[in-house]
């Protein structure tokens, strides 16, 4: 028996839709859920992406991930609230409310999500991306209450992500914070002499290991 089933839904925004896919447990399901999107306009069927929801369905996390081209952050931040808003969304809860996580690229504010959906308990996973390119971005981070688990996912060797300078951030941080460094790995998370499938592995086990010990 299959874990998890999927459903291609569309999200209304605005005069367009946004494309999205539901990931559903079969089995035994958590109260936590996880939405996904690709912090730097990526499509929903990034690989990375589809392996996390995939392991996060299987593992009973309810999980919906979208595609959001724009890179405009008002725009994005509009598109993330339709997608938490949406009937397609709601009609899947059979439970109360889910706690969130958000998983985004570095290259975007958190607090911007954060003013939009605040009246839940979030949960923060950044994947990758630039943590010092611009002095807001840390400095919202650093603004995170302590009550506010976060996780850095990074490849060692990214030459986006300055090991020195998120390290540094994550002891000024006030939130509950911790870095899963992928040994080897790039910005892509691609580890020479090791198959995309063992890294993903690596890192989706990483991750729901870290959404359990949050998880409410």
């Known amino acids: 028996m299959d874990k998890f089933y999927e459903e291609a839904v569309k999200v209304p925004f605005g005069a367009k839709h946004l494309d999205a896919v539901l990931c559903v447990p079969t089995g035994s399901v958590t109260r936590s859920g996880v939405i996904l999107t690709h912090g730097a306009g990526g499509d929903m069927n990034f690989c990375h992406l589809v392996s996390l929801a995939h392991s996060l369905a299987s593992s009973g996390f309810l999980c919906l ?25 709601s009609s899947a809860l059979w439970f109360n409310m889910i706690n969130l996580v958000i998983i985004a690229s570095c290259n975007v504010s958190p607090q911007e999500y954060l003013k939009s959906l605040q009246r839940f308990t979030l949960k923060h996973i950044f994947v990758g991306g630039q943590t010092q390119a611009h002095q807001q971005r840390s400095a919202d981070l650093r603004g995170l209450p302590e009550h506010m688990p976060v996780l850095f996912v990074s490849g060692s060797e990214d030459n986006m992500c300055d090991r020195v300078l998120l390290q540094r951030l994550v002891k000024e941080m006030k939130a509950q914070s911790e870095v899963f460094w992928l040994n080897g790995g790039n910005h892509g998370l691609r580890v020479p002499g090791r198959t995309e499938e063992s890294i993903l592995e690596d890192v989706n086990s990483r991750v729901i290991t870290w959404m359990r010990k949050w998880a409410a």
């Open 65 to 89: 991930r979208f595609t959001c081209k724009g890179l405009n952050l008002v725009y994005r931040v509009r598109a993330y609230h339709a997608v938490w808003v949406s009937k397609c969304l």
